[in-house]
C-alpha cells in the first residue's frame, strides 16, 4: 500500500520543523504534494494530512472500529490523564461523551452568561486608558476565571487562588517551541527535581491533583443540589448502567475542561481582538451591530449576525487546533483514492482545509463576510474538529467569545499600537498569537443608540 508523497527532509527534521514552524511546513508540503501528504512525527508510524473536503468527509464518516483515536493523543496524557475525553475509544469514550455533553448545551450553558459577562467587566476595568496591554494575559484571565466558575463554581478563596495561578504555571511550562519538545520527545522526561522542566512539571502536576481531589472530596462530603456548576452535574450524572463517574475519571474530565476549556478559548479572544482593530471597517460594522442591539438579551446577543461571522472568521484564518485528533487505521480503509494498512495515522488538516482558495477565496485575507454568504459543511469548516471526536465545548465556546466581545466592545475603543507584528506561533500543542502589549484603551465606549429594553 503506497503512502502520499513526503517532504524530501529527514523524519527527524520533519519532527523539529513541526515543533517550530507547523505553518510552513504544512504549506510547503502541501504546495509540493496536493490535499494529501505524508509527515513521520513519531518514531514508528506515518501520520498523513488530508485536506480534501471529500476525504475529510471518509476520514469522518468511516465506521468507528475502522479507527481508533486513543493512541494517538498520548501526547497529553502527561497533562490530561488517560480518562481524559480527547484519549478515551470506542464505548467508553462514548459514555463519557454522553456523561459530559449535557452542562455545555441549552438552558443550562446560558445559565453562565451573567458569570461571562461579569468577569470580563471586572478585567476590563484594570485597563488604564492611554496604556498599552497585554491581550493575551487578559484574556487567559477571562477565560481561566469563567472556567473556574462555570465548571467548579468556585469565585474566591485559597483553592480558587492557588488553582488559577497553577494552571498557569503548568500550561507556561510547554508555552514555547523548546518546552514543547517534553511533549514530542519522552527521552527529554528526566526528573533531576524541580530545576528540570519535567521535574518542575511533575510537581506542579502533583499540586494541581491535590487541588482537585480535594474539591471533590468536599463536594461528595458536602452535596448541594442547587448548585449548577459543571462538577456537580458531572457528579450527578449516571451512564445506562446507574454508574457514577469515579474520582480519578472526575480528575482527568476536570483536567481536561480547564485546559483545554480556557487555553483555547484564550488564543481565540486575543486574534478577534487584533482582526477586529487591525481592520477599521470589521470594527466599524461590529460596534454598529453591538450600538444597534443596545443592551437586550445576551442570548439575543449571541445570535447577531456579523458577531458569529466575526468570531467564525477568527477560526478560520488561524485555527487553534491546528489538525483533528489523529485516527489510527485498525484494518484496511480507503480514503481520497489511496488504501492505507493498519497502524496509519490519519489527520484532517484544518489549518490547510480553511485555507483552500477553492472554498475561501482570499484565504489570506480576514472577512467575515464569507460567513453571511454561504453556509459552509462540516467537512470544509471544522475548527472544532469533527465526527465524534468534535469538541465537546464547542457551543460554550462561541457562547463565551461572543459574550466577551460585545461587552469589551460595548464598553471601551480600542487601537492597535501602531506597527507592532502578531503573528501564528506554536504554544502547547496549538496555534496561537504571540504576546506583547499591542492594544492600547483609548476612551471609555459612548453609543448614540438607546438601549433595548429587557
Given at each position: 500500500?503506497k503512502?502520499?508523497?513526503?517532504p524530501?527532509?529527514?523524519?527527524?527534521?520533519?519532527?523539529?520543523?513541526?515543533?517550530?514552524?507547523p505553518?510552513?511546513?504544512?504549506?510547503?508540503?502541501?504546495?509540493?504534494h496536493?490535499?494529501?501528504f505524508?509527515?513521520?512525527?513519531?518514531n514508528?508510524?506515518?501520520?498523513?494530512?488530508?485536506?480534501?473536503?471529500?476525504a475529510?468527509?471518509q476520514?469522518?464518516?468511516?465506521?468507528?472500529e475502522?479507527l481508533?483515536?486513543?493512541?494517538?493523543a498520548?501526547?497529553l496524557?502527561?497533562l490530561?490523564g488517560?480518562n481524559?475525553?480527547?484519549?478515551?475509544?470506542?464505548?467508553?469514550?462514548?459514555?463519557q461523551?454522553?456523561?459530559?455533553?449535557p452542562p455545555?448545551?441549552?438552558?443550562?450553558m446560558r445559565a453562565?452568561?451573567?458569570?461571562i459577562?461579569?468577569?470580563?467587566?471586572?478585567v476590563?476595568?484594570t485597563w488604564k486608558?492611554?496604556?498599552p496591554f497585554s491581550v493575551r494575559?487578559?484574556?487567559?484571565?477571562i477565560?481561566?476565571?469563567?472556567?473556574?466558575?462555570a465548571?467548579?463554581?468556585?469565585?474566591?478563596?485559597?483553592?480558587?487562588?492557588e488553582?488559577q495561578?497553577?494552571l498557569?504555571?503548568?500550561l507556561?511550562l510547554?508555552?514555547?517551541?523548546?518546552?514543547?519538545?517534553?511533549?514530542f520527545?519522552?527521552?527529554?522526561?528526566?526528573?533531576?527535581?524541580h530545576w528540570?522542566?519535567?521535574?518542575n512539571?511533575?510537581r506542579?502536576?502533583?499540586?494541581?491533583?491535590?487541588?482537585?481531589?480535594?474539591?471533590?472530596?468536599d463536594?461528595?462530603?458536602?452535596?448541594d443540589?442547587?448548585?449548577?456548576?459543571?462538577?456537580?452535574?458531572?457528579?450527578?450524572?449516571?451512564?445506562?448502567?446507574?454508574?457514577?463517574?469515579?474520582?480519578?475519571?472526575?480528575?482527568?474530565?476536570?483536567?481536561t475542561?480547564?485546559?483545554?476549556g480556557h487555553e483555547?478559548?484564550?488564543?481565540?479572544?486575543?486574534w478577534?481582538?487584533?482582526?477586529?482593530?487591525?481592520?477599521?471597517?470589521?470594527?466599524?460594522?461590529l460596534?454598529?451591530?453591538?450600538d444597534?442591539?443596545?443592551?437586550?438579551?445576551?442570548?439575543?446577543?449571541?445570535?447577531?449576525?456579523y458577531?458569529t461571522?466575526?468570531?467564525?472568521e477568527?477560526?478560520?484564518?488561524?485555527?487553534?487546533?491546528m489538525?483533528t485528533?489523529?485516527r489510527?487505521?485498525?484494518?484496511p480503509l480507503e480514503?481520497?483514492?489511496?488504501?492505507?494498512?493498519?497502524?496509519?495515522?490519519?489527520v484532517?488538516?484544518?489549518?490547510?482545509?480553511?485555507?483552500?482558495?477553492?472554498?475561501?477565496s482570499?484565504?489570506?485575507?480576514f472577512?467575515p463576510?464569507?460567513?453571511?454568504?454561504k453556509?459552509?459543511?462540516?467537512?470544509?469548516?471544522?475548527?472544532?474538529?469533527?465526527?465524534n471526536r468534535?469538541?465537546?465545548?464547542?457551543?460554550?465556546?462561541?457562547y463565551?467569545?461572543?459574550?466577551v466581545?460585545?461587552?469589551?466592545?460595548?464598553?471601551?475603543?480600542?487601537?492597535l499600537?501602531?506597527?507592532?507584528?502578531?503573528?501564528p506561533?506554536r504554544?502547547?500543542?496549538?496555534l496561537a498569537?504571540?504576546g506583547?502589549?499591542?492594544?492600547?484603551?483609548?476612551?471609555?465606549h459612548?453609543?448614540t443608540?438607546?438601549?433595548i429594553?429587557v
Open positions: 500500500m503512502l502520499p508523497d513526503s524530501q527532509i529527514p523524519k527527524f527534521m520533519q519532527l523539529v520543523q513541526w515543533i517550530y514552524q505553518l510552513q511546513l504544512m504549506e510547503a508540503s502541501a504546495k509540493a496536493g490535499d494529501s505524508t509527515l513521520w512525527l513519531t514508528k508510524q506515518p501520520m498523513v494530512f488530508l485536506s480534501n473536503p471529500q475529510v468527509q476520514l469522518f464518516t468511516a465506521p468507528l475502522q481508533d483515536a486513543k493512541a494517538s498520548q501526547i496524557q502527561p490530561l488517560e481524559s475525553l480527547l484519549l478515551l475509544s470506542g464505548e467508553t469514550h462514548q459514555r461523551r454522553k456523561l459530559l455533553t455545555f448545551h441549552g438552558d443550562r453562565y452568561g451573567d458569570i459577562t461579569n468577569i470580563t467587566k471586572e476590563i476595568s486608558l492611554g496604556q494575559d487578559s484574556m487567559q484571565q477565560a481561566l476565571r469563567v472556567i473556574l466558575q465548571v467548579f463554581g468556585l469565585s474566591e478563596g485559597e483553592r480558587y487562588n488553582l495561578k497553577r498557569c504555571d503548568i507556561d510547554t508555552a514555547s517551541g523548546l518546552r514543547a519538545s517534553l511533549s520527545f519522552p527521552a527529554l522526561r528526566v526528573d533531576l527535581g528540570t522542566p519535567w521535574g512539571f511533575l506542579q502536576r502533583e499540586e494541581i491533583d491535590q487541588l482537585l481531589y480535594a474539591e471533590i472530596q463536594r461528595r462530603d458536602h452535596p443540589s442547587s448548585r449548577t456548576d459543571i462538577l456537580t452535574l458531572m457528579m450527578a450524572a449516571r451512564d445506562e448502567n446507574g454508574e457514577p463517574m469515579t474520582d480519578v475519571e472526575l480528575r482527568d474530565e476536570l483536567m475542561l480547564l485546559i483545554a483555547t478559548t484564550a488564543s481565540a479572544l486575543t478577534a481582538l487584533y482582526w477586529i482593530h487591525k481592520l477599521p471597517s470589521v470594527r466599524e460594522k460596534v454598529t451591530e453591538l444597534n442591539f443596545g443592551d437586550g438579551d445576551l442570548n439575543e446577543l449571541t445570535r447577531l449576525p458577531l461571522a466575526v468570531c467564525q477568527t477560526l478560520r484564518i488561524y485555527p487553534i487546533a489538525i485528533i489523529p489510527i487505521v485498525q484494518t480514503i481520497g483514492g489511496y488504501q492505507f494498512a493498519p497502524g496509519t495515522m490519519l484532517g488538516c484544518i489549518y490547510l482545509m480553511h485555507r483552500r482558495p477553492d472554498l475561501y482570499q484565504p489570506q485575507e472577512q463576510e464569507r460567513f453571511l454568504e453556509q459552509y459543511s462540516l467537512y470544509e469548516y471544522l475548527p472544532f474538529g469533527g465526527s468534535r469538541c465537546v465545548g464547542m457551543a460554550f465556546a462561541l463565551e467569545m461572543k459574550l466581545l460585545a461587552t469589551v466592545l460595548k464598553n471601551l475603543d480600542l487601537a499600537v501602531d506597527n507592532y507584528p502578531v503573528k506561533i504554544r502547547g500543542v496549538t498569537p504571540s506583547g502589549k499591542w492594544l492600547i484603551a483609548t476612551a471609555q459612548q453609543t443608540k438607546n438601549p429594553e
